[in-house]
């Protein structure tokens, strides 16, 4: 069939010709966006603003899908922890502020 | 795509002292809130609870006056609130407040919530008799938070089992997809496999590094090198986020599926004018849109050539020429995979095939082959797909135009590479007039500061004189 071919004519191999791997290199705008950091910053910002605990705790879960699917740890780091930093700081706000927010 | 790329370019391009301002200012508000609630806590604790008992004292309206004496060993706020219960009852509460829903408890802080209660209950109380006895058990509880019923934390809980889940999904996924990518490797990549046989090297080659490279927990990157013909072969594996719980939800709405991805680079002189993609009707046609060699250089084959068996209806050739489509997709290639009677049988597990020498970016000359992965158990159904990767290799390798075919693409590339050429031209000039701008504006400034300088001085100057002036005069005057 397609092997024979191939290894009656010669073994295809060629170890001199072989090239060590050398990893692709991509730069920052060729990665794929982060939809979770960018919503999660968004909702962040409207948890703190309007105070809705509902945001705050979302902007809590899409922080932890940016996490679960950062493949670059430097790049998108500066964005998860900032929507991070703003969903604790909607929840505090909400849940140790001034007592109009609805309590449970 | 544009927010996110502002953002983007907020936090990396722009300096580490903004991020740094940004979490500073995080901390000093998270840090001033909790300072703010802790004194508010403290403050408004004591009255709570002196405000309860005599509250519950207050009901006997039998006796007036001994409340009033049992009251007064009780602190001065409680006894405040005394003298305004008699009068409540035969009015409205005296106390400015009006009715409770509408005033706000924080605009009276001073004022112990012991009034509060009071006025709620004289008010009621005022309303109904009966009702006084069932009024303390909801003013005993407003006061004080003893009650907790899970009813009012259903967003919390939700929130938090969510979270839980969520994490362990995580490793219930990348351990689900790691096991995949093994079974693949493990019938493909290993010791007497089809790889080990046609390549002198997979991966990096020392026994020391594993054969799969792990990019996140659903891409996992397979390499091997050391053949004729070819430089070199990627092969990525793009699994489905199965570590990711929102992902698997939205799955169910948008099937995907785990595709493996070869991209074999060919060296250089190993590849004549080869421009030609295979794939179902939908994804031809993006793939003609999308990719730019096909869209410049191929069109579709609608009608296969004459007198000869050629790959099922479901399946579209874009090409150059039509008699290379003829000669790459040979019969025996038919027969094994893309026939009509044995595409219905493997040809789930294809998706899509695309050879040129014209690639957009650094690596031209490249087979491109994409498959879809079947479940880990079933590994062999695509071992004749993965056969047709060393097949091809050598087809193309040796594979020579003929004269007519040759001349004809060689027209069709010169065109394009002169097109190319000009556009360079346009974006130099065009950068060496920016540049020219950008040096006579440079040019300008310099000038203007000079000559501010050089008046700058001559004033300085001016002054220097008028003061020395005086000064001579003076001296000799006290003299």
Sequence with gaps: ????????????????????????????????????????????????????????????????????????????????????????????????????AKKG | MVAVRWTRALTTSGSPRGDAVLFLVAFISIFSLLTLEVSRCSALASPHFEGFDPDAEELDLDLAGETLVSATPAPPPTSLSRPSSPESHHC????????????????????????????????????????????????????????????????EISCVTFLICFTLNYFIGKRRNEAIALAWASKFATMDSIFDKNFSILSTGDGKTPLLLKEGPNVFKFYASGRRFCQGMFATMELLSRHD??????????????????????????????????????????????????????????????????????????????????????????DQV???KVFEKFGKWFVLLHFSDLHPGSRKKNLIFKFVLPKDNNMSDMTRLVALIPYFIDLIGRYKLSSHAHS??????????????????????????????????????????LTAETLRKKEEKERARQLKKPGPKVKMLRR
């Design chain 1, 1 to 100: 069939m397609k092997e024979t071919t191939s290894s009656s004519v010669s073994d295809p191999r060629q170890p001199s010709t072989a090239k060590p791997y050398v990893p692709p290199t991509l730069s920052p705008q060729d990665l794929p966006i982060d939809y979770a950091g960018f919503i999660a910053v968004v909702v962040g910002v409207v948890g703190v603003t309007l105070r809705y605990k509902i945001c705050s705790w979302l902007a809590i879960i899409f922080c932890a899908q940016s996490l679960a699917n950062m493949k670059n740890f430097e790049n998108d780091f500066k964005q998860l922890s900032m929507a991070f930093m703003f969903g604790v700081m909607g929840l505090v706000t909400i849940y140790l502020g001034p007592r109009p």
């Design chain 2, 92 to 155: 409205p509460p005296s106390a400015p407040p009006p009715p409770s829903d509408l005033w706000d408890e924080d605009e009276f802080e001073g004022i112990p919530p012991a009034a509060h209660p009071q006025d709620q209950r004289a008010s009621a109380a005022a309303a109904d008799d009966p009702a006084l006895p069932t009024s303390t058990p909801s003013t005993a509880e407003s006061p004080t938070p003893a009650s907790f019923s899970l009813r009012s934390y259903t967003l």
């Design chain 2, 245 to 334: 719980l929102i992902s698997l939800a939205l799955n169910v709405v948008f099937r995907k599926k785990d595709t493996i991805t070869f991209e074999v680079v060919m060296k250089e002189d190993c590849m004549d004018h080869v421009v030609l993609a295979l794939a179902r009707k939908k994804m031809a046609k993006a793939m003609h849109k999308e990719k730019k060699d096909l869209q410049r250089f191929a069109s579709p084959m609608v009608t296969p050539p004459a007198g000869r068996k050629w790959v099922a209806d479901e399946l579209t050739v874009i090409s150059e020429l039509k008699e290379v489509a003829g000669d790459i997709i040979t019969d025996v290639v038919l």
């Design chain 2, 338 to 340: 893309f026939g009509d």
């Design chain 2, 408 to 449: 004809k693409t060689e027209a069709a590339r010169a065109k394009a590479a002169q097109e190319a050429y000009k556009e360079l031209q346009n974006a130099r000039q065009e950068a060496l007039q920016k540049k020219k701008a950008e040096r006579k504006k440079m040019m300008e400034e310099v000038e203007a500061k």
